[in-house]
């Protein structure tokens, strides 16, 4: 069974900074394409940051500049590095793993930034 577990959210103030986690388990990490979306109250789930076994990373024009995705195979693990937050970044963010017809979810992290 894949299960992917997301952890680092929280509550942060403008300009603040972030690290989001997500660890998969019950399938060979390495061949998915990862990504992170996010949803805002009222809104469609977007895509935030996508990275693919080969490393190569696209961004949302709204985080470009502010965040990194990352990955660490040997840990099952990708990361979502969040710098200079924005309240308009306040949303559940979601992991997602990829490969051909297989597509797995987190359950989602709160990312709330306010003063």
């Known amino acids: 069974q894949v299960q992917l577990v997301e952890s680092g959210g929280g509550l942060v103030q403008p300009g603040g900074s972030l690290r989001l986690s997500c660890v998969v388990s019950?399938?060979?990490?390495?061949?998915?394409?990862m990504a992170w979306y996010r949803q805002a109250p009222g809104k469609e789930r977007e895509l935030v940051a996508a990275?693919?076994?080969?490393?190569?990373?696209n961004y949302a024009d709204s985080v470009k500049g502010r965040f990194t995705i990352s990955r660490d195979n040997a840990k099952n693990t990708v990361y979502l590095q969040m710098n200079s937050l924005k309240p308009e970044d306040t949303a559940v963010y979601y992991c997602?793993?990829?490969?051909?017809?297989?597509?797995?979810w987190g359950q989602g992290t709160q990312v709330t930034v306010s003063s």
């Open positions: 997602n793993s990829n490969y051909h017809s297989s597509n797995y």
């Open positions: 019950g399938t060979i990490f390495s061949i998915y394409t």
């Open positions: 990275i693919t076994p080969g490393r190569y990373t």
